[in-house]
């Protein structure tokens, strides 16, 4: 069947080991096994984190009667994670995709090419699906009683879950993109309405006061009452716990029927908005443009703030920290107070509320890393840069200063703020400052050389460099490890000298890095670009 | 026959791209298409391959109307785009296999096909390594041996001897002189005048969205050469 050799080719075009390698695993085995290192880190500290988290909540709601609570659980994480899945990824999968000319010239139906595409999409939501909601199930089979029965049931029945948030979100992203591609404002609208998600997942993951024994408890009633209004989580609750196999047939036949809906009705649908893909909406703006010439560090740099913020993925993966530091720097000026209590409790764990701060920067100035993966980013451009007269140093040091420019006017301004807010003394607000700074450039210069020696130029969309590629993952982990080297140095140092001259040891640290480092792309940033096919 | 019947379609609701083309090619024809960048070729191959919709006219393709039966009209076509954008992942026989299995072409058949084309492509080594490793002609040629496969009535390439070594470039030609001795017709667009000078039986010159002449090219060139016309009709008008 012509569905199956579809799903097949995709699936090799978009999972296949050299698509996330960036090259062929035979030749690189550096790359394979840091990419598995990659897997399990991610995958233990999900199974670690949500593990405890459930397992305790599974034993607080077993002690109040109401274990199957963790059903809800199941299923509104299943819903989400799909809906969130299908919000960013719909348009490339389903309505703007990149082989459309090369399919619609051939003899295939357009719901076989609908059916094989979303066939594609939802893999990916079910194995996020799956590996999020694991340790949910293992506290609600473990608390409640091994049953293989409602394991099987709870299995299969994930697959159905995200069909709904399929549909309802695919068509969400899809008037989204096509009201906003006709106001002319999709990209900025698009980004925050991306971070408006996240934030608001984080707040839903998150939510808590100091009265409450495990975080999660009090998502209970939320979750509860949104069980009233759908159907489909009755019927779910009725397989699995009332053991109702008449139950699951229903909920199994619901979905499979709105899925083959959705493929009927979207069949015609994916095809004009395939065809308008080459209809773009161009406004003609009567502002003056002032032309400048500039300096190519300069130019490159302008370039990188540019591709930044197209693409959407690159700034909600390596901007959120950002983000994150603006939304906390408004904070402490808000709650004042609050934070100095909260900070008065740090100190209580014999650590000194600087450290918690910088450890905090550091940790929010690591998830900044696009000198990691701008050079990977180039992708199929790239050949351009390497035909123009400028040295594969200057391309690489102008990436590193983009890294710091993004981040550091924000850390600093945050910096102060907390400050402010803490009545932190101005001669240890500068060695902060000064800390700050020295970790901004040692960290960028590092994502240097790390994008030098793993960069990943094939790819199809760019969620594979910025979310999948080693230089990513690398990136953002060289920062955590040096934060380590530093927390390390401190406690040492901290019975011999005073705080103040310890943070400055630390700084000199830091700038010793990045004058290595520097030096290391001086020497070899040529040799190595040379390389690049 | 492909038939072409007062098409226009317009992109953004105002200009067209194409506007009102008539056109007509006989089994047996080998018709080249020429005319300036943004002249409207890209815009009026993608409509007759079923790529584009078109906003007035028909296209029918041997009885079947590209907008009324897509699926029969597009079993007897093949399409080459003007750039080799395919699937990286796959090798190159492996593309070729999707293709002939989504034109249900017997394992016997496809790979009496393969060979023949990948000795005459010089394709043969290479056909196991993945598309990505090839050189932006290879992949030309893959697509070509893609599209001969299902050995199509209808041949409709965008600029298809860009990329191509000189000897694939006469091969290719070679093919469409064989395949058009069998009955198929071939309609491509191309910038190289003196290929279609020499190649082609008909051409059309396509302006600004509309044909500005047709016919057999000796009768439209004349003593003149394709070239010398081509730029007198751009300073028209």
């Known amino acids: ?533 | 026959m492909l038939k072409i019947e007062n098409v226009s379609k317009s992109y953004d609701g105002k200009k067209k791209a194409i506007d009102t083309i008539n056109l007509t090619i006989e089994p047996g024809d080998i018709y080249g298409f020429i005319g300036h960048n943004g002249a409207g070729k890209t815009t009026l191959l993608k409509a007759i391959a079923g790529i584009h919709s078109f906003d007035e006219g028909q296209i029918v393709i041997y009885d079947h109307s590209i907008k009324k039966k897509p699926l029969e009209a597009k079993k007897i076509m093949a399409y080459i785009p003007d750039n080799p954008d395919i699937y990286e992942s796959l090798t190159g026989r492996q593309y070729i296999d999707f293709i002939a299995d989504v034109f249900d072409i017997d394992l016997d058949k496809r790979n009496r096909l393969i060979d023949e084309y990948a000795t005459m492509f010089e394709m043969t080594s290479v056909l196991n390594d993945p598309i990505s490793s090839y050189s932006h002609g290879m992949k030309q040629k893959i697509v070509i041996m893609g599209a001969l496969i299902h050995e199509p009535k209808v041949m409709l390439l965008d600029e298809p001897f860009v990329g191509l070594d000189p000897k694939a470039s006469f091969l290719l030609k070679e093919v469409f002189n064989k395949m058009c001795e069998k009955g198929s017709l071939i309609f491509f667009s191309t910038h190289v005048l003196e290929v279609a000078e020499k190649l082609c039986n008909k051409v059309a010159i396509i302006k600004n969205g509309k044909i500005v002449t047709n016919g057999m090219t000796k009768d439209i060139i004349e003593d003149e050469s394709l070239e010398h016309l081509f730029m007198e009709l751009l300073k028209e008008s």
Do not use: C
């Open chain 1, 1 to 533: 069947m012509i569905y199956f050799k579809l799903v097949k080719v995709f699936f090799k075009e978009n999972y296949s080991l050299k698509r996330l390698l960036g090259t062929n695993a035979k030749q690189s085995k550096l790359k394979t096994v840091l990419l598995s290192l990659l897997i399990l880190y991610g995958l233990g500290s999900i199974f670690f984190s949500l593990g405890f988290l459930f397992f305790h909540l599974g034993e607080v709601f077993k002690q109040m009667n109401s274990l199957d609570s963790l059903l809800t659980y199941i299923f509104m994480y299943a819903t989400f994670l799909s809906a969130f899945f299908v919000i960013i990824r719909a348009s490339s999968y389903l309505f703007h995709y990149k082989d459309y000319d090369f399919l619609a010239s051939l003899p295939i139906k357009n719901e076989v090419v609908v059916a094989a595409k979303t066939t594609v999409l939802l893999v990916m939501v079910y194995l996020s699906v799956y590996i999020f909601t694991a340790p949910i199930i293992f506290s609600y089979l473990y608390h409640g009683g091994f049953s293989i029965y409602r394991l099987i049931v709870i299995l299969l029945s994930l697959l159905f879950v995200p069909i709904v948030p399929l549909i309802v979100f695919s068509f969400i992203s899809l008037l989204f993109t096509y009201v906003l591609t006709r106001l002319g404002i999709t990209k900025i609208f698009g980004l925050i309405m991306t971070f408006g998600l996240l934030l608001g997942f984080m707040y839903f993951s998150f939510s808590f006061n100091s009265a409450s024994d495990n975080p999660f408890l009090n998502q209970e009633a939320f979750l509860d009452s949104i069980s009233q209004y759908l159907p489909h989580v009755k019927l779910f609750f009725s397989a699995v716990v009332d053991q109702n196999f008449l139950s699951f047939i229903w909920f199994v036949l619901i979905n499979l029927g709105l899925l083959f809906g959705y493929f009927y009705a979207v069949k015609d649908l994916t095809h004009k908005t395939n065809q308008n893909q080459t209809k773009t909406v161009r406004r003609k703006s009567n502002r003056n443009i002032n032309h400048k010439q500039r300096s190519v560090t300069w130019t490159i740099i302008r370039k990188e703030f540019k591709k930044f913020f197209s693409v959407n993925i690159y700034v909600m993966n390596s901007g959120f920290g950002i983000v994150l530091m603006i939304i906390g720097g408004v904070l402490a000026l808000v709650y004042k107070s609050d934070l100095q209590v909260m900070m008065v409790q740090f100190t209580g764990i014999n650590a000194p509320v600087e450290l918690i701060v910088l450890i905090m920067f550091g940790f929010l100035l690591s998830t900044v890393y696009t000198s990691a993966i701008s050079l990977s980013l180039e992708g199929k451009n790239f050949w351009l840069l390497k035909s123009l007269p400028i040295s594969a140093k200057k391309i690489m040091i102008s990436k590193m200063y983009f890294n710091v420019i993004l981040a550091l006017p924000v850390a600093i301004i945050t910096l102060f703020s907390i400050s402010f807010a803490l009545e932190t003394e101005f001669l240890m607000v500068l060695i902060m400052l000064m800390v700050i700074v020295s970790f901004s450039l040692a960290t960028s210069i590092l994502g240097s050389i790390i994008n030098l020696h793993f960069p990943k130029f094939e790819y199809k969309n760019e969620t594979e460099v910025v979310k999948q590629s080693i230089g990513a993952f690398l990136g953002m982990f060289t920062g955590w490890i040096i934060i380590v080297l530093l927390g390390v140095a401190f406690y040492l140092l901290s019975d011999l000298m005073a705080h103040e001259l310890i943070m400055l040891i630390l700084a000199l640290f830091n700038l010793t890095i990045f004058v290595l480092s520097y030096i290391y792309i001086d020497r070899k940033a040529e040799s190595l670009f040379m390389n690049f096919s």
